[in-house]
């Protein structure tokens, strides 16, 4: 039997969020209990900064928001669904023992510390060009339990030093996964069933943003952080949320005002587009934020036009040095590509990603 609670005082959106639920029921074969949460006393023991909320066996799966009924049904039959962010109970790391992997690390280990989660730690053997009849298994087999222990090492290094800082890093839950495989596929579909991932930016190539960071910041099924080189975490108490597009995705920004409001972050806005796109595109992103009832501190809306997205940023970066940027995609890999390369400089690039990235996935239509 699978337990669902229902987390509200009982209001509007509490009653609209039973009502979902039971007619989600209907269509579902399981044996699903649901319990109403109504008490302050125990809505207090449960990790939400707001109400509706939605708990299946025990995992808080929305909050502050009402999830549709396909949605829902989605939720009971473990398929994925486009849900606005939810603080994890773990976070993934690729490890891909580039000079700034540790950086990498470190950064995630500091993030699931923040969010009480634990900590999984992930290297992918590249085989992609070896015909199967070829590889040789036992010599892979011999090499991830060799990289294991790499990993280990390198987690207990990152424990010892952040460990003085911070008793709590070292008592976070660690695990570790080696794959062979194509690194960005295979990242990919671990992301399928990751709640949140950490990863570098630079590839073997030596570009800023390396195709396998190109790869899965366009196909991830879940939040992206992408931690450039020589960047050391200092806290996240500035975001800004690039609007690329003229339609404001109401999910997209929930998300990421849940994110701030975790960190205590001032949230603003930038979005590159002609003049007169600006006024609805305020009023818009205005009123969602007037729907929202727990919301991190609102800076400004910075609004430019006659600009290419990259160097809007880049000057944004510059002029106000924020602790994260934050875009939304729709699984296109051609935006990201364009967004990445283009007619910009490296320079230019180098300049927008000398801090953190997180690429939030959530679709159009959702």
Do not use: W
Request: with cysteine; hydrophobic share 40%; glycine share 6%.
């Amino acid at each position: 039997m699978r337990n669902v609670q229902i987390i509200g005082i009982g209001d509007f959106k509490t009653k609209l969020l039973r009502k979902n639920v039971d007619e989600a029921l209907k269509s579902h074969s399981g044996d699903i209990a649901v319990t109403n949460i109504t008490e302050i006393n125990q809505i207090k023991f449960y990790a939400i900064t707001s109400t509706p909320a939605l708990s299946i066996d025990g995992h808080i799966v929305s909050q502050g928001e009402v999830p549709s009924v396909d949605e829902i049904r989605a939720l009971f039959e473990n398929r994925q669904v486009s849900l606005p962010f939810q603080k994890p109970e773990s976070v993934m790391v690729a490890c891909d023992f580039t000079p700034h992997s540790e950086q990498v690390l470190t950064y995630a280990f500091q993030l699931a510390e923040h969010f009480g989660a634990s900590l999984e730690v992930v290297h992918i053997l590249p085989v992609e060009s070896t015909p199967l009849t070829r590889l040789d298994f036992t010599d892979i087999n011999l090499k991830k339990s060799a990289l294991q222990k790499v990993l280990r090492s390198m987690v207990e290094k990152i424990r010892a030093v952040e460990g003085e800082k911070n008793l709590a890093i070292g008592k976070i839950p660690v695990s570790y996964t080696v794959l062979n495989g194509q690194p960005a596929r295979e990242l990919i579909l671990l992301s399928q069933k990751a709640e949140f991932m950490v990863s570098g930016t630079s590839g073997s190539t030596g570009h800023l943003f390396g195709d396998t960071a190109v790869e899965l910041a366009a196909g991830a099924h879940c939040p992206v952080i992408f931690v450039p080189q020589q960047y050391f975490y200092n806290g996240i108490s500035r975001v800004v949320y690039g609007c690329t597009d003229k339609a404001v995705n109401k999910k997209a920004i929930r998300s990421v005002c849940n994110f701030s409001t975790y960190f205590g972050a001032t949230l603003d806005f930038i979005h590159v587009g002609a003049e007169s796109e600006m006024p609805k595109l305020k009023q818009r992103l205005e009123d969602i934020l007037n729907e929202i009832r727990e919301k991190p501190g609102i800076g400004d809306f910075y609004f430019t036009e006659n600009k290419p997205v990259v160097r809007a940023l880049m000057d944004y970066a510059s002029s106000f040095k924020p602790d994260l940027l934050v875009l939304e995609h729709d699984r296109s890999r051609r935006a990201l590509e364009k967004l990445f390369s283009g007619s910009v400089t490296t320079k230019a690039v180098d300049s927008i990603f000398s801090i953190p990235l997180l690429i939030l996935y959530h679709p159009k239509n959702s």
